[in-house]
């Protein structure tokens, strides 16, 4: 977004630089640790860790694309789309068909995109776990006293409570007008059941015994939804033809690294960028299909890699109690994050998997596969 001189807008929308970011115990919320927060960020990769609203970010990514002359239909239901080489065409659910370039599946844990580009349905893994989503108005929380609770209300506090095949992430979005709480837990919904209303009384009862801090957050809140949380393996390929993958609609993953919108937006930016030099350079459009592969290869590794990470941060975060939980805990509460020179057994502290995490330049990448591409004309 800074490339693109967006900062501004994003901040308008009360998108923050968070500074703490709180582990904690899930029965007394004594403090694991604290991850470093947007100075330390700056200082090791360059840029602010932010927390923002997903609508907003949405709102000003397409108002951005429309300023540039961007055509967005919405209501389009997409039956399936031809792989073709030259002439990929989507086909719409009433009856259109429209022939492109190049198609960008960006369509979600059910794409039928995939399903094209496969020429098979792969669907996704039950993850095991359930997310209860709330949210809490600002004003609802001014008259606790609890220093915590202001510190959220005031933009400072990140956090996340670890327990036992259960955490609870907590920040604040929209300028800190609203608290955002993801609880996961369990899956108890039906297999063909992929979110409904949560009953917020049952939804107490799981996190009951939890510390008292979550637990008035909890008695503020009148509304869960309830969502299953899906993952999946490593797909073969995310291109065939003139046809791509984006998003989770090629790598969905548990959302334990809250990662899966930016990879999404990371895909978006190198697939973008590697057009933009194809177009400049006049390039043959029976190219592009080797432009698309140029596009997956880099990608494909990166978020492996970002979803390998969800999937070990479940077993770090959800440890049963004794002697291995209190391990984690000894090792993060003597954690020095300043140390490059020392390794983590984590992913979530380890300084070389950080700079791996968060100081990947997408564009940098896309640029370098490009060189790669113009050596044999
Ligand atoms: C509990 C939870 C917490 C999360 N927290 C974070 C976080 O903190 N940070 C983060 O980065 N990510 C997070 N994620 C992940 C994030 O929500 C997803 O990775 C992201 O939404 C993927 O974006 P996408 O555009 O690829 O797919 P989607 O957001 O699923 O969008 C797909 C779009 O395609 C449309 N579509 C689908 N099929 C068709 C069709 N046939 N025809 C036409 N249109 C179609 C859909 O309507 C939808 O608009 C979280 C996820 C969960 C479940």
Redesign the pocket.
């Known amino acids: 977004m800074a490339d693109w001189g967006m900062m501004d807008k994003l901040y308008a929308t009360g998108c923050a630089a968070k500074e703490e970011n709180y582990l904690l115990r899930w029965q007394d919320g004594k403090q694991i640790g604290v991850r470093c927060g947007s100075q330390w960020a700056t200082s090791k990769f360059g840029y602010p860790w932010h927390v923002m609203h ?1 609508a907003e970010y949405q709102r000003i990514l397409a108002e951005e694309a429309r300023r540039l002359g961007t055509e967005i239909r919405l209501g ?4 399936s789309v031809d792989c073709s080489d030259e002439t990929p065409t989507v086909h719409l659910a009433h009856g259109e068909t429209i022939v492109a370039d190049v198609i960008v599946g ?7 995109v995939r399903t094209s580009v496969l020429c098979y349905v792969k669907e996704p893994e039950e993850s095991g776990d359930l ?1 209860y ?1 709330v949210t809490i108005p600002r004003g609802d929380l001014l008259n606790e006293a609890d220093p915590f609770i202001q510190g959220a209300l005031h933009g400072k506090t990140n956090a996340i409570w670890w327990g036992e095949n259960m955490h609870v992430v907590l920040h604040t979005v929209r300028g800190d007008e609203v608290v955002n709480l ?1 609880l996961v837990c369990p899956d108890d919904l039906p297999a063909e059941v992929a979110k409904q209303p949560g009953d917020f009384a049952e939804m107490r009862r799981l996190f009951e015994g939890w510390e008292q801090r979550l637990y008035t957050l909890l008695g503020k809140v009148h509304q869960a939804l309830k ?1 299953k ?1 899906w993952g999946m393996e490593e797909l073969e390929t995310w291109t065939k033809g003139s046809v791509a993958l ?4 090629c790598h ?2 548990v ?1 334990y690294a ?7 937006v990371e895909d978006g930016a190198a697939l973008g960028r590697l057009r933009g030099h194809f177009a400049r350079d006049e390039r043959d459009k029976k190219h592009l299909p080797h432009l698309l592969r140029l596009y997956e290869s880099p990608r494909k590794d990166r978020t492996t890699t970002v979803v390998r990470s969800a999937t070990d941060n479940r077993e770090l975060f959800h440890m049963v109690d004794g002697p291995r939980q209190q391990e984690r805990d000894r090792l993060l509460r003597a954690h020095d994050w300043s140390d490059e020179s020392r390794s983590f057994p984590w992913g979530v502290a380890d300084l070389g998997f950080m700079h791996e995490l968060f100081g990947c330049d997408t564009l940098a990448s896309a640029d370098a596969a490009f060189a790669r591409f113009q050596q044999p004309r």
């Open positions: 997903r389009q239901d997409v039956q960006a369509d979600g844990l059910r794409s039928v997310a989503r993801v969502r949380i984006l998003g989770d609609a969905p993953s959302p809250a990662s899966g919108a930016a990879m999404a």
